[in-house]
């Protein structure tokens, strides 16, 4: 598992509270830019079905979204409205933005003001915040709002508040604003600055200068997933803010106290904070703590598992599985080595358990951990299974990682003369038979099982990387050369989204390429080592991840 140092989470920290400045900065500027924005004389977007061509819906959209729960937002003639799949108008283009649905529930604007609509097009919640910013706790979905005082809370999806609209800022402890939380116990922090609205209002205050009132300083307040006050503090700088340490001792203190009446335990926490105490959780639940960071941490995880290193008489290393030799002490280093897989495949699950001594972590569903061994000396090592057998020879500069396949490793490219990689890539499966032989490239392990490959090759036009696909076995499906950009869908295994470039671009023509010129895409269909072309179309932008599985629908920008 990903371990996250104190520095790194509060750059985290930093990095999320900078974003949120710069996304209420932006809809304070975007409230006189999104009415006047209709015009499409820039581009036009429209949606690719890739599962049937003629089910498409033409890029006659000035602004789209994407689609979600049967309805897209899209715009044309200045106004938003909602389309179905079949390009059908479901809710009247009369707001002056509108984004995608979420259970049951979308943002739109009318005016400069934001509120909440159904899947009818009812009002839940009236137009009247300068802002609402969605986020989905433990399945729950909420909104960061600002109210006409232009102060934060949180509201409910019904427009109840949750918190009361009394802060300059709410922010989400979530690793950089996605979906994960960086403390399993904790939900936001709200920061709280004295405003004098004597003269002008704090709308217009922020208006003016919205880093005035950046959330480095003020009293910060820490709630738990229920909306309760657990914590606070006067901050003067991001010196004196709560750190890491801290915040892992408050989240665990929760964990091991659920128990206690909420006063209780902000007296208690508070207590822990003023004796600077650190708290060790007892329930070992901490979702970042899953795998030892140390080498003295490993040694100690492994011996619970029964496995031990030991020195023979020369002062070599072996290691010993609950006192029987499983590598004879003949190293000068030997690691243990921890990996990580999200939903492995049934077949490689049974084998990791038996060779790699894996299982599924209680605490984080479809995670599976598994372990293995680097031995050797400065110049070079082995890795071997659980069970000593070995799988993958290392060189002095070598390195690998876990893919769903198997070991993607790196070794040393010794050919000076090599104008590409200064490494060579290769791909071994958990028994140690090489699927993709090391050359220079980059391999990626997609969620279908099938391998992309980024082979560099020099050429008359210059160098270029050509992508390639192969199969779970290591056999060619999609040679090198024929096409630029290859994308998996997630939802659909056995499609791809490729660019058809006339010449394959090399990697200066890629590096100056403009983002809004038409390349002509195409949508794959793979079956065993075959593909075939199911669709082309033209467009400046397209990503796989803007399908939508319910409708098969994908939404793509075309540049006039």
Not at 344 to 358: A, C, D, F, H, T
Not at 469 to 485: D, M, R, T
Request: include cysteine; aromatic fraction near 12%.
């Amino acid at each position: 598992m990903r371990h996250f140092n104190e520095e790194f989470k509060m750059i985290i920290q930093r990095i999320s509270i900078i974003s949120l400045l710069c996304l209420v900065t932006i809809s304070i500027q975007a409230q006189s830019q999104f009415s006047n924005y209709g015009n499409c004389t820039k581009n036009t977007y429209g949606y690719i079905n890739v599962i049937d061509a003629t089910k498409s819906i033409k890029p006659i959209y000035c602004e789209a979204s994407l689609f979600a729960e049967g309805l897209a937002a899209v715009q044309k003639a200045g106004k938003w409205g909602y389309i179905n799949g079949a390009n059908k108008e479901i809710i009247a283009f009369q707001y002056d933005y509108a984004r995608r649905f979420k259970q049951g529930r979308a943002i739109v604007k009318v005016g400069e003001y934001y509120g909440l609509i159904d899947e009818k097009g009812n009002f839940v919640v009236k137009p009247t915040y300068f802002d609402l910013m969605p986020y989905e706790l433990d399945g729950e979905l909420y909104y960061i709002s600002r109210n006409h005082t232009f102060l934060s809370g949180i509201i409910n999806s019904n427009g109840e508040e949750v918190l009361p609209h009394q802060f300059t800022y709410i922010i989400p402890y979530m690793a950089n604003l996605s979906e994960k939380r960086l403390y399993e116990n904790l939900s936001v922090f709200a920061m709280f600055r004295e405003v004098d609205t004597t003269k002008v209002s704090f709308y217009e205050q922020f208006k003016e200068s919205p880093y005035r009132f950046s959330p480095e300083k003020g009293r910060k307040d820490i709630y738990d997933i229920s909306f309760n006050r657990i914590a606070s503090r006067e901050i003067t700088s991001y010196s004196d803010d709560f750190t890491h340490s801290e915040l892992t001792s408050i989240d665990s203190y929760i964990e091991d106290h659920s128990s206690l009446k909420i006063n209780s335990l902000m007296e208690e926490i508070q207590q822990m904070l003023d004796a600077k105490e650190v708290y060790n959780s007892k329930s070992q639940n901490s979702k970042f703590n899953t795998l030892p960071t140390t080498e003295e941490e490993f040694d100690a995880y492994m011996a619970q598992m029964g496995y031990k290193k030991f020195r023979g008489n020369d002062g070599l290393i072996g290691v010993k599985k609950d006192g029987e030799t499983i590598l004879s002490p003949k190293f000068k280093i030997v690691n243990w080595w921890g990996g990580i897989l999200f939903s492995p495949s049934k077949e490689s699950v049974s084998y990791l358990k038996e060779q790699y001594s894996g299982d599924f972590d209680p605490n984080i569903k479809d995670l599976f951990k598994f372990f293995c061994i680097a031995a050797g000396d400065h110049e070079g090592g082995t890795v071997y299974t659980m069970k000593g057998d070995n799988v993958l020879e290392l060189g002095r500069y070598g390195s690998f990682e876990a893919s769903s396949l198997g070991f993607i490793y790196r070794t040393r490219n010794e050919d000076a003369t090599s104008k590409g990689s200064g490494y060579k890539t290769g791909l071994i499966n958990w028994k140690g038979k090489t699927l993709i032989p090391a050359d220079d490239q980059i391999i990626k392990s997609l969620d279908s099982g099938r391998i992309l490959v980024k082979k560099v090759k020099e050429t008359d036009r210059g160098i270029e990387e050509q992508l390639a696909l192969y199969n779970e076995s290591g056999k060619v499906i999609i040679p090198g050369g024929n096409f630029s950009e290859i994308e998996s869908f997630r939802e659909i295994p056995n499609l791809y989204l490729a660019v058809h470039p006339v010449n394959y671009p090399s990697k200066e023509h890629k590096k100056n390429s403009l983002d809004d010129k038409n390349k002509r895409f195409v949508v794959l269909k793979v079956q065993n080592t075959t593909y075939e072309i199911v669709q082309t179309f033209m467009a400046s932008s397209v990503s796989s991840h803007s399908l939508d599985s319910e409708t098969g629908l994908m939404k793509y920008k075309l540049a006039k």
